[in-house]
């Protein structure tokens, strides 16, 4: 009776065995067979057609896998022509006048902007005038950003005028990104963060504390892109307390 019932599992368990390989491979090629258009399909031409406007995210692996690949300048232009695009250097292009007032930037300044994202730090930079603009991120977004590890700078000591930042928040080491911020920009250039709107002396000191080189300059609320924000701005003195 053992026996008859230790055939019999074998047997079950070989049935379930070849019916879930059997599934596994209908899934897969069925997978494949639905991502793959005849020329003549319209589905082909469409892709063509999609804009970030329209279509911003694939509706399934197949939309992603058809879609084409856009030349990182044809990307650019598209995003540089949306009206979040120009909202935001607008803002930015007024927050740096404010530098300049306080003459810590003009048009020759070697300028370091860190966490540049899509580059609207140095698109309002140059917009201005300045020719010596240097954007940075982790992921590159040509052409007015290059890939580096904002807590590791690729840049001598002492080589920059100013150094910008809207993203201290993303930073996983705070007091390492302000280091080596403090360590790019030559003594008596300036560091200037934007960060979100500090309602205490207490909030500004926490931010002040991440310096070791510097000296502050001046605190002020202001509004980038509807949202309030608070500018601090450090003056390199190159000697730690």
Known sequence: MDKHMQRLLNRISLVFAVAGTLALFHVFFSTSVSCSYPRHHPRLHDTLTLTLAHTPFPRSSCDAASRPALPPEHRFSRIQSSRSWRNRVAALSSLFLRLRTAH???NSSRILCVFSGAGHEVAALRQSGVIDVTG???IDFPPLVSRADPHNL???DNVFDLGFSSGLAGALFPARFVGELE??????GAVALVVERCGSEDEVASVKGLFRKSNLVEVSNVTLSGSEMTLIVMRVNGVPP
């Open 104 to 106: 810590l930037l003009s």
């Open 154 to 156: 690729p840049f001598f």
């Open 183 to 188: 360590r790019t920009v030559r003594k008596g």
């Open 136 to 138: 940075v991120d982790l």
